[in-house]
């Protein structure tokens, strides 16, 4: 059961140049969650989508998008990226309901140059 | 104010050491609570749920106090392998999910 899956694992860009995250979960969770974690920080929300087909922003969504493409699938874009969005990006899903925990994939690992 | 305060440590302690960490909450709206534990650069994982009349799991125990609206972590015999970052997940009845900046525990020989 392989859970939260998140590709690529690491990645490094140039400023400027634009790349999609993909998340997917085998869990039939309904939320899914984009976050990102700088050094020695805390988690900051980027965007979640509470359901199939809704997405909201989170605390920080400034230089991203997100595309839910089904149940599974939530996909973080960064069109054109800035060297302050280096960080580790998590993605996680969790069931329908206030009582349910979150569950994180591994992370993606982005430099940007 | 954030939403849910953690003391950051770094808590160093010997091994069989007892430990407590605190994780305080502004919102009174808030249904359900949750201790992670994030190991260097990894993931996130579910250590446990607090449950309102408190919880045990081995050697963590687990305890909410809403009137005071705080939730707490207490290791016991603590082992090397419990080096990590601990964080306290509070979520509302609106299902948000507010996570704390962690507590850095050390566990030393």
């Known amino acids: 059961n392989a859970g939260v899956t998140q590709t690529p694992k690491f990645q490094v860009l140039k400023t400027g140049q634009s790349m999609t995250l993909q998340c997917a979960q085998d869990?039939?969770?309904?939320?899914m969650y984009w976050y990102r974690q700088d050094p020695g920080m805390g988690l900051r929300l980027i965007y979640y989508s509470a359901s199939e087909g809704t997405t909201d922003k989170g605390e920080v969504p400034n230089g991203y998008n997100v595309s839910r493409l089904n149940k599974r699938e939530f996909s973080l874009r960064l069109e054109s990226a800035a060297p302050s969005q280096t960080s580790v990006y998590f993605c996680a899903s969790s069931p329908e309901g206030t009582y349910q925990p979150q569950h994180f994939g591994d992370g993606t690992r982005l430099s940007i140059l | 104010r954030k939403e849910v305060e953690q003391d950051p440590g770094p808590f160093n302690v010997p091994e069989g050491a007892t430990v407590a960490f605190n994780c305080t909450y502004s919102?009174?709206?808030?249904?359900?609570f949750f201790w992670y534990r994030q190991d260097c650069r990894k993931e996130p994982k579910l250590l446990m749920s607090v449950y309102s009349s408190g919880n045990e799991d081995g050697r963590f125990t687990a305890q909410l106090n809403r009137a005071s609206q705080y939730i707490s972590l207490l290791i016991r015999d603590s082992k090397l392998s419990d080096s990590a970052t601990y964080l306290c997940v509070v979520n509302t009845n609106a299902g948000k999910s507010t996570f704390g900046d962690g507590t850095t525990l050390t566990v030393k020989p």
């Open positions: 869990m039939n969770h309904n939320s």
């Open positions: 919102n009174s709206a808030s249904q359900s």
